[in-house]
């Protein structure tokens, strides 16, 4: 008796060691032990009696024990997820379990860092939104208020007058046109950052492509007295991407690049380096300070604003180039400084089979 007691003793000691990890291995383990004795052993009916008894008692204990173990677990659990729902924690630091349920407190601790990213970039978009809300309605308010100004000055009586009527239906009409921009640009960016805008990628002579950009807005450039050149290293030079949004990219970078320089040149450039082209558009003119560089490409934010309405200019056209240009699993960057000019370029993959020698 005392050989069996010590062996159902001993097993008991075994069931709280792995009790912990999965209850199934107790249930089983027993069953093969109950078996052991009774096929290997030889003993009384009041000893096998015994011996089944000792053990369920023993089991109850075990499971007592795990249950309390395991309630005291599920506590400390229930406890970091209601401080967590409360914002209570600052620090994923701050979220500590039992050694056995070391796996849980990782997994906490990174739900835990992601929700704190998410609220951040939440409260970031809530930002961005708001801003953006303010922006548009400021952008939009500034020249239907100067369309209604000029039209009620008219419908009073200077519509009679020559020496006013037509200067004010042309400032009337100038900023119907900016107001028209800024609504193509909303447009624009709303379908980039929904998902809308479709891209249709393809090889396609780069030489060619710009050499017709150039010619179009050389006229303005030439009426400011600037020279607009371009300088490509192959003609048969083939890039990929999508010619129609980068068409508008390239609109975009030289029309500002004339709005800000007052005199010498603008160079569109084009290089390339391994497997890859870099277009660049390249001025001699005012130039972005330090503190500028990181923002320009930010929706309505201008360097300059009083020349930049002047211009006529949105505030949103870099913030679609940008757009544009990361769509082409690329990015657009910039280089300036104050008084000397601004060089904004970016990389578009190369065809290799039509490559120049």
């Given at each position: ?98 050694k ?92 980039i950052?929904?998902g ?19 010619m ?8 400011k007295?600037?020279?607009?050149k ?22 975009n ?18 290089e ?5 082209g ?56 910039v ?23």
């Open positions: 008796m005392s050989v069996i007691a010590s062996k159902t003793i001993s097993w008991f000691w075994l069931n709280l060691k792995f009790a912990l990890s999965n209850l199934k291995i107790i249930i089983a383990a027993n069953l093969i032990y109950l078996l052991s004795l009774f096929f290997l052993i030889e003993f009384t009916f009041i000893e096998f009696a015994f011996v089944i008894l000792l053990t369920l008692i023993l089991q109850l204990i075990t499971f007592h024990i795990i249950g309390n173990f395991r309630r005291s677990e599920i506590k400390q659990i229930k406890s970091l997820l209601k401080n967590i729902a409360k914002d209570k924690l600052h620090s994923p630091e701050e979220i500590k379990l039992t056995s349920l070391e796996e849980i407190e990782n997994r906490l601790k990174a739900i835990f860092r992601r929700t704190r990213q998410d609220i951040a970039s939440m409260k970031k978009m809530e930002q961005v939104r708001t801003e953006f809300l303010a922006n548009v309605s400021h952008e939009l308010r500034t020249p239907i208020f100067a369309i209604q100004g000029f039209l009620e000055t008219l419908l009073n009586g200077a519509i009679d007058d020559p020496k006013v009527n037509r200067n004010f239906v042309i400032k009337a009409n100038n900023h119907t046109k900016n107001l028209n921009n800024l609504l193509n640009d909303l447009i624009d960016i709303s379908m950052e929904s809308q805008m479709r891209m249709s990628f393809r090889y396609f002579k780069i030489f060619t492509f710009l050499e017709k950009i150039v179009m807005l050389k006229t303005m450039a030439t009426e007295g600037l020279e607009l371009l300088n490509c290293e192959s003609k048969e030079l083939e890039l990929y991407g999508d010619t129609v949004r980068l068409e508008q990219v390239m609109i970078l030289i029309q500002n690049a004339i709005k800000y320089t007052e005199k010498g040149s603008i160079e569109v450039k084009v390339t380096s391994g497997k890859q870099t277009i660049s558009v390249i001025d001699s003119g005012l130039g972005i300070s330090e503190n500028d560089l990181d923002r320009v490409f930010e929706r309505f934010y201008r360097v300059d604003k009083g020349r930049s309405k002047a211009a006529g200019g949105t505030g949103l056209g870099l913030a679609i180039v940008k757009h544009i240009i990361e769509a082409h699993d690329s990015r657009i960057e280089k300036s400084e104050l008084g000397k000019g601004s060089e904004f370029f970016f990389k578009l993959k190369k065809n290799k089979l039509k490559s120049p020698v």
